[in-house]
C-alpha cells in the first residue's frame, strides 16, 4: 500500500512544543458490521461521565493555549475533541454521521484526542500542516452552499496542492476531502499535545485500528509515530 506521507512545517514548533500525531493510513475493504461504529460511540459518550480519562482536561487546556497561540478563539472555535465531548457533556450522547466517521469521533472523545478522517484519494499530494499566508482557498458550506474562504494569514491549518483540508488545525474539515464509508483510501491523524501521555496516543491509535479491521476485516492498515522532532518520527 502507499502510506500518507504528511509534513509538518517547523514553524509549528514555536506554536506547539512536542506535538506528535499518528498518521493511519488504510486501503479499504468492503464493510461487514457497521454495528461496531455505534457501539463503540456509545461506549465513549458513556465514558466522559463513567471514568474520563485522567488527561482530558489538561490536554483540553494545553489545545487552547495553542490554539491562541496562533490567533484563534478556543470558547468560539474549540479543537475537534473539544468541540465533540463538549456536545456529549450537553445533550448526552452524539448523533451517527456514518460508520467511518463515527467510529473516529468515538475515540476522540474517549480518549480526548483530536482526530481527523480523511478521503486521501481525493487529496493532490500529500497531506501538510502549515501556518497559513492568508491567501488559500477552503471550500466549506453557507446557508446549504459550497462557499470558499481562506484561512487568517499565521493560521494553522491542514492542507494540499490545491488548497486548505482543514482550518484552525483540527477544528473543520473541507468538503473536498471529507471521508466516508465508500472512501477506498482513508488517511486519519490523531493529534496529541505532551499534557497527553504518549503511550495513551499510541493506545488510542491501536483502538482505532481494531475498530477498522473489525469493521472491515480485508483493510490493510500502516500507522506511523510523526511529529516535529525527527526523533520522533517512526
Not at 91 to 117: F, K, Q, R, T, W
Not at 146 to 159: D, K, L
Request: proline share 6%; aromatic share 6%.
Amino acid at each position: 500500500m502507499n502510506s500518507v506521507k504528511p509534513s509538518i512545517d517547523s514553524g509549528i514548533t514555536r506554536i506547539a512544543p512536542g506535538f506528535r500525531a499518528l498518521s493511519i493510513s488504510v486501503e479499504a475493504a468492503a464493510i461487514v458490521d457497521t454495528g461496531i461504529a455505534s457501539e463503540t460511540l456509545s461506549r465513549a459518550c458513556r465514558s466522559i461521565s463513567d471514568g474520563d480519562v485522567a488527561w482530558a482536561e489538561a490536554h483540553s487546556s494545553a489545545w487552547a493555549e495553542v490554539f491562541r497561540a496562533f490567533g484563534a478563539k478556543p470558547q468560539r472555535t474549540p479543537c475537534s475533541s473539544d468541540a465533540l465531548r463538549k456536545r456529549v457533556l450537553r445533550d448526552g450522547s452524539l448523533p451517527s454521521i456514518d460508520p467511518i466517521v463515527d467510529l473516529y469521533n468515538a475515540i476522540s472523545i474517549e480518549y480526548a484526542v483530536p482526530v481527523g478522517g480523511e478521503n486521501i484519494a481525493a487529496y493532490v499530494g500529500e497531506p501538510s500542516l502549515v501556518i497559513a499566508e492568508g491567501t488559500e482557498s477552503f471550500d466549506t458550506m453557507k446557508d446549504g452552499a459550497v462557499a470558499h474562504e481562506s484561512p487568517n494569514r499565521g493560521e494553522v491549518v491542514w492542507r494540499d496542492e490545491i488548497g486548505v483540508t482543514c482550518r484552525r488545525w483540527n477544528w473543520r474539515q473541507g468538503i473536498r476531502t471529507r471521508l466516508s464509508a465508500d472512501a477506498p483510501q482513508m488517511w486519519f491523524i490523531l493529534e496529541s499535545l505532551p499534557a497527553m501521555p504518549l503511550d495513551a496516543l499510541h493506545e488510542a491509535g491501536e483502538r482505532l485500528t481494531q475498530g477498522l479491521h473489525r469493521m472491515m476485516p480485508g483493510a490493510v492498515i500502516d500507522t506511523r509515530l510523526i511529529g516535529v522532532d525527527p526523533d520522533n518520527t517512526l
